[in-house]
Structure formats: C-alpha cells, structure tokens
C-alpha cells in the first residue's frame, strides 16, 4: 500500500508547483525574431482582454488538457511503484523524490512550451484563468443548481399551502430569486474584471465551459 503522503506531495507537486520565474519578464509575451520585447504593463494597470487574447487561450486550454493526461500518467506510474515498494527507506524516499522533481520540470517545461506556442504571457494566462475558472464555474453551478425550477416548485407550495407558511415561504423565494439574478448577471465577476471581458469570455462560454471541465476532469479525476 503507498503511503499517504508520498502520493499526496506528487499530487501536489505535479499539479499545483510552478517554478519561480524572474519578475521583469512577467506580462511580457515572447518577442518575434528581430523585435525587441515588449515592456511588461503597469502591475496595477487592469487586464484588458481581447478577442485574439481569448482564441489564444483556448488553445493554450486545448494544450493543457494534453499536459495534464501526461501528469496523470506521472502519477499512476509513480503510485504504481510505491506500491511495489520502490520507495521504501531513505534511499527510496530520495528516489521518490527525484521522481517527483522530473514530473514536475516536465510539467512546467510543457507549460512554458504551450505559452510560447499560443503567443501568451504568464500574466495572460493567470488573468484569463482566473477570469475563466470564476465566470465558468459560476455558470456552471447556476445550470446545476436549477435554481429557476426550484422557485417555481416553491411558488406553487406558496399558492397551495396554507396562509401561515406564505410569509416563509416568500422569503426563502426572493432569497432565491437574488442568488439567480447574482448567478445569472455575475455581478460580482464584472465588477472584478470589467464587464467588457465577461461579456467577450461569454461569447466563447461553450469552448471555454469544454475544456475547463476537461481540465478538472484531468487535475481531480484522471479522466476526460
């Protein structure tokens, strides 16, 4: 049986470690041959995405769900050997280790690779993931919830029901109504990210939705 531990630190290390990077290079795309980089923006200055931005990123998304079948593999082979013993004693813990370190390196080198193809910049790719993961998870909890279908269920118990229950029952329906109106208007994702990038990232909502959960998929379940 594996330890525990061991394979919760490759877990950890193949999908959540990222290398440090020098910071004058951050926000900053790669330079075609020939032209000088570009100057990284302000670290206050908002993210403005564009359309080009967002096809981007989706095929830095596509590239990624592909990473991350090649850290799934890392994982089960490295499982696979603790529980043969491989990893036993000191010795087996610095060879586990060593493992670990090349999934990870392998990791971040696909990374930096699936960037440099896409023509994105790390904070392209932070700003629009985080963009992504909060607008399309969102979304998809408000399609999961039915919340529209519970309030009518509950509108119809409120005109069946008897008087005492109508005061609670109306509460708990304009409750719900607020958390539709907030799930469906993503109030809050535009007033942390402009309306103007929510709206551009909804006009790929499909794509982006897609590979998002393939991408979960891959991170929490090794499937796609």
Known sequence: MRGPLLVLAIVLSVFGCKKERPAPTEGVAPAAPGQAPEAPPPPD???VLTSEKLQAYLSYQEAMIQVYA???SDIQALGAQADAGRYQGPIGGLAAAEEVMKATERRAAAEAEARKATGLSERDVDAIGKMVTDVISKRSLASAMSVGSLIEEMEKLKAAGPPEQK?????SISELKKQQ????SLTEERRRYGSGNVDLLLTREKELTRNWEALMAQAFGGKR
């Open 167 to 171: 005061e609670g029952l109306e509460a």
């Open 45 to 47: 200055q908002p993210y």
């Open 181 to 184: 109106e907030e799930l469906q």
């Open 70 to 72: 090649g850290a799934v």
